[in-house]
């Protein structure tokens, strides 16, 4: 499974942004993918996740302003950022949970000014 990740750029405070992560290879195998984000000096961290069948989770910093969303036919995911906050700034990656295996896309880097 290849992960493809794209949307990245800079934003205002406030702005809204939308990330898509296509899936190519065997994507029959993935059953959830979801979204990180690693900021300069930080860990890498969870933001969200969406199941097979539909199930959204998010870290508790995003609810209500993210929305990740998947269109099965593109086999694409979405993540909707909405009312960005400069602590949104980070290199966000695509995630894809597969045979016991997490796979990872590549990095997309999302700038939010002040």
């Known amino acids: 499974v290849l992960l493809q990740a794209s949307g990245g750029g800079l934003v205002q405070a406030g702005g809204s942004l939308r990330l898509s992560c296509a899936a190519s290879?065997?994507?029959?195998?993935?059953?959830?993918m979801g979204w990180f984000r690693q900021a300069p000096g930080k860990e890498r961290e969870f933001v969200a996740r969406?199941?097979?069948?539909?199930?959204?989770y998010y870290q508790d910093s995003v609810k209500g302003r993210f929305t990740i969303f998947r269109d099965n036919a593109k086999n694409t995911v979405y993540l909707q950022m909405n009312s960005l906050k400069p602590e949104d700034t980070a290199v966000y990656y695509c995630s894809a949970e597969s045979a016991g295996s997490r796979l990872w896309g590549q990095g997309t880097l999302v700038t939010v000014s002040s």
């Open positions: 290879g065997r994507t029959f195998s993935i059953y959830a």
């Open positions: 969406i199941s097979g069948s539909d199930s959204a």
